[in-house]
């Protein structure tokens, strides 16, 4: 079972999206580089430091239903954090490790 494994991150997200910051705790989903472009996958932000809008901040997070999407994942590849059909943010795996 790869439950325990944990996706470091840097994100951004763009002024204008969205009203708060994202804090811990944070859903939303995710549509990785390479990826079928109607599958999103969910995500939850399980370590975050978000301090403001347009700037890179280190974040750690997890698929919130699929544990086999980290064999997909790889050191470098960019997502598209998104709300809905609505793409809020940006993030790029640093690389997947275990928590």
Known sequence: M???KVILSEV???SGKRRHLP???YRPDALFEGQNPDEYWGITFIDCSIA?????SKAKIRFTF???HYDQVRKGQMFQ???????????????????
């Open 81 to 99: 954090i998104m709300e809905g059909r609505e793409a809020v943010g940006l993030g790029k795996v640093i690389r997947v490790v275990s928590n």
């Open 2 to 4: 790869e439950d325990n």
């Open 52 to 56: 403001k809008f347009e700037t890179w």
């Open 23 to 25: 804090v811990i705790g």
């Open 12 to 14: 951004f997200f763009y």
């Open 66 to 68: 699929q544990d086999s």
